[in-house]
Each structure stands twice: as C-alpha cells, then as structure tokens.
C-alpha cells in the first residue's frame, strides 16, 4: 500500500508538525487509545450484546440530546 518513500515522507512531515519532543507522547497516547478501544470490543463481543440502536430503548435524540418518547405515563 505504502512505499519506503512515502512513509519517510510522512515521518518528516510528522517532526515538523508536532517537534521530535512530542512525537514519543503522542504514539503513547495513540497506542494507549488503540488498546482500551481493542478491549472494549473484546467485551462487546464477549458480552453477546450489541450498541443499542437510538430511540430502541423509548429515546429519541434530537440535536445531541436525549429525551422521552411523548405518550401515556
């Protein structure tokens, strides 16, 4: 997918953005980010449960919010 070139490349354009200073914290943050993402669909799919889909549990989201369904309480 990627030549030798083009990762190089990449990696220069890296160090310039972010500083060799912080090229160390940033892959440990992402690394940090891949594991807890990793073994929160470990648990996922241990569990057998699937995301709940919105509005399946008597929500319906509006503009990042969540609110009740109207009708009889």
Do not use: N, Q
Not at 25 to 52: C, M, Q, V, W
């Amino acid at each position: 997918m990627f030549g030798i070139s083009e990762i190089a490349i990449f990696l220069i354009l890296a160090v310039l953005i972010f500083g060799a200073r912080k090229l160390p914290e940033l892959a440990r943050s992402l690394g940090k980010s891949a594991r807890i993402l990793k073994s929160e669909a470990r648990a996922l799919k241990s569990d057998g449960t699937a995301p709940a889909e919105p509005g399946t549990d008597g929500t319906r989201v509006i503009r990042g919010t969540a609110t009740e369904k109207p009708g009889p309480h």
